[in-house]
Each structure stands twice: as C-alpha cells, then as structure tokens.
T-cell receptor
C-alpha cells in the first residue's frame, strides 16, 4: 500500500531553536497534506492543510509564524516549529492524500523541547 | 458546527464481537474513515466508506448510513492486540479530516 514517511521520529531540541519535520509520500502524488498535533490521551488536532504549490490553510488558533508549513512538491511537505518552547512538546503527525486515495499517515514525530 | 461523536471507552472479551458507533454532523461529506491507534503511535488506516452499506475486510467491517449521519466499526474474533483507540474521522467538503475523540477499546481475557 501507499507509504508516507515522516522524519525524524523523535527529536529533542533546546528552547528557542527551530525544528523541521519532513513528510514524504513515497509511491503516490500527495495533492493534499495535513499536519496534526496530538496531546497525551487526546484526539488528533488538525493544525493546517496544504495543497501542493499553494499556501497552507491554518486552523483557528494555530500560529502561522510559529508553525511554518511548506508543500513545495507533490511528494514533500515540511513543518518547521520556530523558536520552540516547552509547551510545543507534542506528537506531530502528517497525513498525505492523493486525488483518488484515502489519507495515509506518517509515523509521527515526538518533539521534546527542553 | 461540525461534530463527531463516539463512545469514550468500551470493554469486550477476547474472542467476542464489538461494535463501535460513530455519529457525525459536518459541512459536506467526502467519506468516513476508521483508524486504529496504539498509544504513542500514529493512526493506522482501517477502512474508508463513501457509499452507504457495509464494507468487510477480514475481521473488521465498517458500515455507513449517510442519511442518518451514522457509521459503525465491527470487530470480530477479538484479540488482545486489538486493544487500542479507534478513531472515526469524516472528510468534509473542503477535504479536511474532522476527528472524533476516539474510543478506547479494552480487551479482557
């Protein structure tokens, strides 16, 4: 089946630094990519939706300047957490969808900001 | 507003059958997904329904009634490894996934 690769799976960074998370669709063209955040014991919270070649659409309450999303090609989207703070520590998950496919998920990235 | 409801927690016995219900109210409908999620891991796709009826895939089946805004996931011959959270999600008219809070399924021997 279709595979979505998310990297890194775990990252620890210092407060104030930036972290980039990559999401790649390996065997299909992802016309739409979704970025989610999941707090412990809670459901996934949609942060933003991005279509290839256009700006991401952010959900209410998500800071655009803090969570930079780039969807430059049909197989790659990146999420950059800028000036990270301990409260940004969370599980971030990407999902990719082609025109005729369901949404496939990456493995997730556990971000810890110290 | 958009809303997806599913039970918070269910308990079932190994070898038995369990049905997890999901009701939804969304702006538009482009399909309903069921995902399985083990603690600390990303969700794993189980099923996708866009037309009314039952979709069977091995031990798992999913049913959809668009007129009632209702779906269920049926798990047969339960195994201990089926202990997980089961997430119902609807893709709305903007192709965004709207998530339920998930149902934690506990399997007892």
């Amino acid at each position: 089946g279709a595979v979505v690769s998310q990297h890194p799976s775990r990252v620890i960074c210092k407060s104030g630094t930036s972290v980039k998370i990559e999401c790649r669709s390996l065997d299909f063209q992802a016309t739409t990519m979704f970025w989610y955040r999941q707090f412990p014991k809670q459901s996934l919270m949609l942060m933003a939706t991005s279509n290839e070649g256009s700006k991401a659409t952010y959900e209410q309450g998500v800071e655009k300047d803090k969570f930079l999303i780039n969807h430059a090609s049909l197989t790659l989207s990146t999420l950059t957490v800028t000036s990270a703070h301990p409260e940004d520590s969370s599980f971030y998950i990407c999902s990719a969808k082609g025109r005729e496919t369901e949404a496939f998920f990456g493995q997730g990235t556990r971000l810890t900001v110290v | 507003g958009q809303n997806i409801d599913q039970p918070t927690e269910m308990t079932a016995t190994e070898g038995a059958i369990v049905q997890i219900n999901c009701t939804y109210q969304t702006s538009g409908f482009n399909g309903l997904f069921w995902y399985q999620q083990h603690a600390g891991e990303a969700p794993t796709f189980l099923s996708y329904n866009v037309l009314d009826g039952l979709e069977e895939k091995g031990r798992f089946s999913s049913f959809l009634s668009r007129s009632k805004g209702y779906s269920y996931l049926l798990l047969k011959e339960l195994q201990m490894k089926d202990s997980a959270s089961y997430l119902c999600a609807v893709m709305d008219s903007n192709y965004q996934l709207i998530w339920g809070a998930g149902t934690k399924l506990i399997i007892k021997p």
